[in-house]
């Protein structure tokens, strides 16, 4: 157990349809961190908040969205949902953003979109 | 442009034999490179790292070697055993502005070690 909470562990939504997925980063970590894996594809960083601030952004698509609250938890919204939004969904959270930062994973949201 | 290549997706290996798992990067920037593993249905779970100063790091039965002239690292794992059978994926670290470091990862090497 990393200690990263994800709720929920599944969704199966349609077309169109908004979703928020909820991250609880390890107890002490400052630094959330959103990723998406798709069929056959390695992890792709969408985006990064640090202490309620956002500090990176990578493929993160304009339908969606983040925001790290003051009690650091996490949440990504997805909006205008299409097929190709299916995949695992992974938070992770580091103590400092720094280089040498190992990133603790929490167990994933698989987002189904019919 | 995937900056961190795992061109094997999957070995077999016996158990007791070594297992090594092959990662090439592009970006000369990176300057922290991490394999994570990852069982199904769980989350990748951090194995091992090297810092670009060094070209070797051992913990244990895991071994990571990196050549950065040729921009390539290397995992061994000796000896294999059936629980080590799991997907592994090589990431890299390298600053992406405004303060943050940033984890590029490969797409993984699902390696199968047989009893």
């Known amino acids: 157990d990393s200690g990263v909470t994800q709720t929920p562990k599944h969704l199966i939504t349609a077309t169109g349809q908004r979703v928020t997925l909820r991250c609880s980063p390890r107890s002490g970590d400052l630094s959330v961190y959103w990723y998406q894996q798709s069929l056959d594809q390695g992890l792709q960083f969408l985006i990064q908040y640090y202490n309620g601030e956002e500090r990176a952004k990578g493929n993160i698509l304009e339908r969606f969205s983040a925001q790290q609250f003051p009690d650091l938890h996490s949440e990504l919204n997805l909006s205008s949902l299409e097929l190709g939004d299916s995949a695992l969904y992974f938070c992770?959270?580091?103590?400092?953003?720094?280089?040498?930062?190992?990133?603790?994973f929490g167990p994933g949201t698989r987002l189904t979109v019919l | 442009d995937q900056q961190v290549k795992q061109n094997s997706p999957s070995l077999s290996v016996q158990e007791g034999r070594i297992s090594i798992l092959n990662c090439d990067y592009t970006n000369s920037m990176f300057d922290y490179f991490l394999w994570y593993k990852k069982y199904p249905a769980e989350g990748p779970t951090f194995l091992i790292s090297?810092?670009?100063?060094?070209d070797k790091n051992e913990d244990g039965r895991f071994t990571v070697f990196l050549n950065k002239s040729a921009k390539h690292l290397s995992l061994h794992i000796v000896p294999s055993q059936p629980g080590d059978s799991a997907v592994y994926f090589c990431a890299a670290s390298g600053y992406s502005g405004a303060g943050s470091y940033q984890l590029t990862f490969g797409k993984g090497t699902k390696l199968s070690v047989i009893p």
């Open positions: 090297i810092s670009s100063i060094k």
């Open positions: 992770a959270s580091s103590v400092y953003d720094q280089t040498y930062n190992e990133q603790f």
